[in-house]
């Protein structure tokens, strides 16, 4: 089983530029309705303009807010310090900086520019 989450966000285009520099993955799909974004020739994680419907209809209400509560986007990465360090670079927002977790592992939360809540992680040990 594989799991591609989709996200819904304002400007498909701005936040897979943003995520693609964040994660180094690239794009799949490209355009300013949907995009699919892979890291090492997978994917993982979908992008979808909040008032394009398709034809499935629309996937949420943009007005209601916060975007994914309850939900984080995570993400285990081998290169969990150079992520964090591009980060830096980007004058993300950080919700929690770099701390070891109870489980072994970094960690580091992020805010998205749509106000998703992204989570950095190293491998468990």
């Known amino acids: 089983m594989q799991l591609h989450p989709l996200i ?26 949907y995009e699919r974004l892979n890291c090492h020739g997978k994917l ?10 398709h034809q499935h209809g629309p996937l949420g209400d943009p007005e209601l807010r916060p975007y994914g509560n309850g939900v984080l986007l995570w993400f285990e990465l081998q290169d969990f ?9 980007m ?13 072994g592992n970094w960690e580091s939360w992020l805010r998205d520019p749509d106000g998703y809540i992204v ?6 040990p």
């Open 8 to 33: 819904c966000v304002h400007n498909v285009e701005a936040s897979s530029r943003w995520y693609q520099q964040l994660l180094g993955c690239e794009s799949g799909h490209g355009g300013s309705e």
């Open 44 to 53: 993982v994680l979908q992008l979808h303009q909040w008032e394009v419907e």
């Open 81 to 89: 310090e150079a992520t964090v360090a591009r980060a830096a670079t």
């Open 91 to 103: 004058n993300v927002e950080v919700i929690k900086p770099s701390y070891l977790s109870e489980n």
């Open 119 to 124: 989570v950095l992680t190293s491998p468990l």
